[in-house]
């Protein structure tokens, strides 16, 4: 094809106007700014709005602020703000709830009373002004979040907390921004603040009675198409945002509350999780963030100290008054120092939700350009600031706790196979073996799956291949790693228990699909051969709902539960498939067993919300009608004969707990038996 010279020359006129030049350019600019920045330990946000400022009209002008660049960008800040409400941890605010709210309300106040002054009398910007600029500096971004993850910080408490007053603080900055922008856009009095009221609760009740139900009926019909998933929930992301924008709200604040009332509904680790995240972090917020430093204009800087003075002034105060918040509650709870500084560092940076709130102020005409150049200038310093803190008092903490605290026993290894025989489960067996597995240890996960051998072994053995192949994909979409391998054997179980034996597992996981009455299956002889002396902790699973799907935990345990050698391994395992889907777990014990869970996660400083019902003798039974709804999951742990926490009467109550119970998702636990704690018969009679 021959490129005359004045096609050449269109194309590389300034500014660009070619589409896909300019989308190439914009790709370049995502791929390599966060790349250079981070070698100067700079966080990626800031090298991507630089971006934008070099290739901005007040820079070289290379790309134009068109209504395409602008589109992209509207999307990018309504994903943003709903993964910021998927990122809020509600039972890590639950489990600490006071506290957050404390300093929740610490983190908005001074903030917003120590700015409205300065903007006001110091600044010389008028109250509407004033008042958008100091609601601006109540809000924050935990950008230092992956350094607490790195140092195994996420359970302590000053981490809680700051995760939980996020919830808070960004919910009253929405509100007042709410506020704001109506007067701002139809001026005040009673009517507009009537109007917003009634407005705000309609969208409210819309938001919280019915997208999670519809969400619920989507997803279960949806469960085996994983891109109609993904669009379902965008197109609820923009039908929120839509609403906001009727109701006379800001479409940040729809997108906020549509990501807060899914966030149980899409867990961390799931293959929808990742898929949002890639979406939004890999190409649409970096948009966003590109056309916030397109808007910047390099020559107010330089025309007058007014730009300097507004950076400088806006930073200080922002530094100050989160400074002061997290003093001020970090003594009221009594945080050590150590505990003060890392709430401080977590909560101190103002990143990219800052961005979301000063542009609403920017489009409707009450922020200037010298407050969004010191807006950039403040996410620089405080970015900074928030990750040199939170590095350095991590690290005091994790000294400190690695130094005085062992590990439990059983705890100290794991090595996970999932059998994946049955093709039609798979996928609800993958999410729980992932929601089970650490995501932190070394040892990978493995699929499997047991072929009989007989005469179709070839052939069913081509098959397997095939459903490892698509159970491999999947882990990968979710971000964490499997093997996959199949097998021959005389039957799945020996298949499993020999696979198992070779790569030292701690834990298999199993599927089933379950009969009417649970209690034929749970004491009939369906897994005897794999149950029977099995080293490792097996899970058989009835996956009848997907796991984002279910409510509530129903734990049952059986007397001196805790004295299994297995028991805390175990119980790290309910914790982290609670943890995983932020499900209530509501356990039935004897003794001092749910007083050992409950301090123990304390301990851990789990979020999990845990409810403990105790019981002086096996013959005590809660009544199963009233207690299981038809989306909890019922989770049993059966000892096996001989063991320590084996009896007849823990036994007969399951049978009468599980019967006619087929209708509900359950998961049996049976405990891997060693020989220090087989007894030939249990001493105990009952």
Not at 139 to 160: D, F, K, Q
Not at 237 to 250: P, R
Not at 383 to 404: D, H, R
Request: aromatic share 8%; net charge positive; hydrophobic share 50%.
């Amino acid at each position: 094809m021959n490129l005359t010279h004045d096609h050449i020359r269109s194309i590389v006129q300034l500014p660009i106007n070619d589409p896909v030049l300019v989308f190439a350019i914009i790709l370049l600019v995502i791929l390599v700014s966060p790349l250079v920045l981070r070698k100067f330990r700079f966080p990626g946000l800031i090298g991507l709005i630089v971006s934008g400022i070099i290739i901005g009209p007040s820079g070289f002008n290379i790309i134009e602020k068109t209504s395409a660049i602008d589109l992209f960008a509207t999307i990018g800040m309504l994903l943003l703000m709903f993964i910021a409400g998927l990122d809020l941890d509600q039972q890590q605010f639950s489990r600490t709830r006071n506290k957050s709210l404390l300093f929740g309300i610490l983190t908005y106040t001074i903030p917003f009373g120590m700015g409205l002054p300065v903007c006001y009398y110091l600044l010389d910007f008028n109250l509407i002004s004033s008042l958008m600029i100091s609601n601006m500096f109540a809000t924050h971004t935990m950008i230092s979040y992956p350094i607490v993850t790195r140092l195994g910080l996420t359970r302590n408490e000053a981490v809680a907390v700051a995760t939980g007053g996020t919830i808070i603080t960004d919910t009253l900055v929405l509100l007042v921004l709410a506020v704001i922008t109506g007067i701002a856009t139809e001026g005040g009095g009673f009517e507009l603040y009537g109007n917003l009221i009634i407005s705000f609760i309609i969208f409210l009740l819309f938001v919280v009675f019915l997208i999670p139900p519809a969400t619920r009926w989507a997803f279960h019909r949806l469960e085996d198409d994983n891109y109609s998933q993904f669009i379902f929930v965008a197109l609820v992301v923009f039908i929120c945002a839509l609403l906001a924008k009727t109701a006379g709200l800001e479409p940040i604040i729809g997108a906020f509350a549509a990501g807060f009332v899914l966030n149980r509904l899409i867990p961390s680790g799931s293959t929808l999780r990742n898929r949002i995240d890639f979406t939004g972090n890999a190409l649409f917020i970096p948009f966003f963030l590109i056309s916030i430093g397109m808007i910047v204009d390099l020559r107010i800087i330089f025309a007058g100290p007014m730009a300097i003075i507004v950076a400088v002034v806006l930073t200080v105060v922002a530094l100050i008054s989160k400074f002061a918040a997290a003093e001020i509650a970090s003594r009221i709870i009594g945080f050590t120092a150590d505990q003060r500084r890392l709430l401080f560092g977590l909560t101190s940076s103002h990143a990219a939700a800052i961005l979301a709130v000063i542009m609403v102020g920017y489009r409707i005409g009450i922020i200037d350009e010298n407050v969004i150049n010191g807006t950039i200038f403040l996410i620089l310093i405080t970015c900074l600031v928030s990750s040199i803190v939170t590095e350095a008092a991590g690290k005091n903490i994790a000294f400190s706790v690695k130094g005085g605290t062992k590990k439990p026993v059983g705890l100290t290894q794991e090595t996970v196979i999932v059998s994946l025989s049955n093709p039609q489960s798979m996928e609800r067996l993958l999410d729980l073996a992932l929601s089970l597995k650490k995501k932190n240890h070394n040892n990978p996960l493995y699929g499997l799956v047991v072929v009989d051998d007989d005469e179709t072994a070839n052939e069913k053995l081509t098959l397997a291949r095939s459903t490892l192949a698509r159970a491999g994909g999947r882990a990968l979409a979710s971000g964490r790693k499997m093997e996959t391998f199949a097998t021959i054997d005389n039957n799945v179980s020996s298949g499993i228990k020999r696979v198992a034996r070779e790569k030292n597992a701690t834990d298999i996981i199993v599927g089933t699909s379950g009969k009417r009455n649970l209690a034929d299956f749970l004491f009939g002889r369906s897994l005897e051969q794999l149950t029977t002396n099995s080293a490792q902790n097996i899970y058989v699973f009835n996956p009848l709902h997907p796991l984002s799907l279910f409510k509530k935990i129903h734990l049952f345990l059986p007397p001196y539960a805790e004295k299994e050698e297995s028991f805390l391994h175990i119980l790290e395992k309910v914790i982290s498939l609670a943890e995983s889907g932020k499900i209530i777990v509501e356990s039935y014990s004897y003794g001092s067993t749910g007083l050992l869970i409950e301090s123990h996660l304390k301990k851990t400083g789990s979020p999990v919300i845990h409810k403990f019902h105790s019981f002086i003798d096996e013959k005590e039974s809660p009544d199963p009608k009233s207690l299981i709804a038809i989306d909890d999951l019922l989770v049993v742990i059966s000892p096996q004969r001989g063991t320590i926490s084996f009896s007849k009467a823990y036994n007969s109550l399951l049978k009468k707990i599980l019967k006619n119970k087929g209708e509900n998702g359950y998961l049996i636990i049976y405990p891997g038996v060693f020989n220090s704690n087989l007894t030939l018969q249990s001493s105990r009679t009952v």
